[in-house]
């Protein structure tokens, strides 16, 4: 077993910047809308996982003089700059939690992907100061009756075996938890964190918006295990350009983003 086994993607590879700046693009503006009541100044900050999303650097504003973000990835190349934020390479599956305590941690769209994420939430929780938050953010991702719209009824389907093949040859296959974002809440609550709040945000995809995006990157990373199964080549084509055209018709409904928020003791 390697290091990272567990994560679907890569940073790497030539796809990941498409990847990271269209979850940013979906997903920056809900997380910053969740913590943005917050007050951070002086603080510490610890994101996991950061990949390319400007929500460390919008913590490095907030904390202001005084205050400092750590950012964290097993390949951190694309975590932003700034004065009061450090990046650091590291891994949360097998690595203890950097630098602690802090008075704020995020996580967005990691623990998903990473077996062991009930006892890294619970060493997350851990490393917060007294009265310190927690917010742990996941897709749960539900293929069954996603498609909303499509050009032709052999579209529909053909977007749906695709969705399928996702979730089970890529996704579960690597050990990302499907449903592990419905048990985030319970999970923070047996880790003792207190005053728990779970927001669900429940997008529509248009073709040719950044949630499609990602299909570009799904095929351009996963092209060979895609086509183990149903879907050929052409397929992967075909489901290439009915995401990426925004002329083609199809409306998906995206995955829900789970963000939980509770406060140690
Ligand atoms: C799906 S991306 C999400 C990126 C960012 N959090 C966001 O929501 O836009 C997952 C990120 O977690 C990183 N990652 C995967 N396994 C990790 C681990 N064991 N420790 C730290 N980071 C990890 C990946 O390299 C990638 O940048």
Known sequence: MTRHDHYAYDNDHPAAPNQLASLAALLDDVTI????????RGRRC?????????VPAWLAEEVGPGGHVFATDIRP????????????????ATDPVPKP????????L???????????LARLADALTPGGVLCVEDWAIQPDTAVIDAPTTGARTLFAVYQHAVARDILAAA???????VRIHPAMRAAGL????????????????????????NIAQHRDRLTTGALTD?????????????ASGLVVRGHLLYSTIGRRD
């Open 33 to 40: 809308g969740r913590l943005a009541h917050l007050d951070l």
């Open 46 to 54: 610890l994101e996991i996982g950061a990949g390319g999303s400007a």
């Open 110 to 120: 990691v623990l998903m992907h990473l077996p062991q994420r009930e006892r890294i």
């Open 77 to 92: 190349a694309f975590i932003p700059r700034h004065p009061r934020l450090t990046a650091l390479a590291h891994d949360i």
């Open 234 to 246: 052409t397929d992967l084509d075909e489901i290439a350009r009915l995401a990426t055209d925004p």
């Open 175 to 181: 050990g990302t938890d499907l449903t592990w974002a």
């Open 194 to 217: 207190r005053d728990l709040d779970t927001a669900i945000h429940t997008p529509v995809w248009y073709a040719g918006s950044p949630g499609l995006a990602l299909v570009s990157v």
């Open 101 to 108: 305590p802090y008075d704020l941690i995020h996580a967005r």
